[in-house]
């Protein structure tokens, strides 16, 4: 079989076995999900969501609510980036979402994420 850059072919199974569509379906689902939860560490990305309208739509709020379950402690353990649960809470409230619109407020955040990594 020839592989295609760009696309994500199936790892097999312990057995060796091709990985069923639906089990890879899942696969992907979740390292989507989980890298896109980790984007909302940071504020310019934040930022972007923002400027291109996502932030006033109610199924991105639906959908930012859905991926809450990321606290629970069987898909906690894979977020690298903790800083983006926080956001996740924030991006949820009206205010914190109406100030992204702010560069000021963007520059505070960045100054901020990156003096408690200096410091943590």
Same mark, same amino acid.
């Given at each position: 079989m020839q592989a295609h850059e760009g696309v994500i072919l199936p790892l097999p199974g312990a057995d060796g076995s091709a990985r069923s569509p639906e #089990?890879?379906?899942?696969?992907?689902r979740f390292q989507s999900e989980l890298e896109f939860v980790q984007c909302l560490a940071n504020p310019l990305y934040?930022?972007?969501?923002?400027t291109q309208g996502l932030l006033d739509n109610a199924e991105m709020l639906n959908y930012l609510k859905y991926l809450d379950y990321w606290r629970e402690p069987e898909y906690v353990r894979f977020i690298v980036y903790p800083t983006c649960l926080?956001? *996740?809470?924030?991006?949820?409230?009206?205010?914190?979402?109406? #100030?992204?619109g702010d560069p000021?407020?963007?520059?505070?955040? #960045? #100054? *901020?994420?990156?003096r408690h990594h200096e410091t943590w």
């Open positions: #089990r890879y379906g899942n696969i992907v934040l930022k972007e969501l923002y926080v956001y *996740l809470t924030l991006i949820q409230q009206e205010t914190f979402r109406s #100030r992204l000021a407020f963007i520059e505070e955040l #960045r #100054r *901020l994420g990156t």
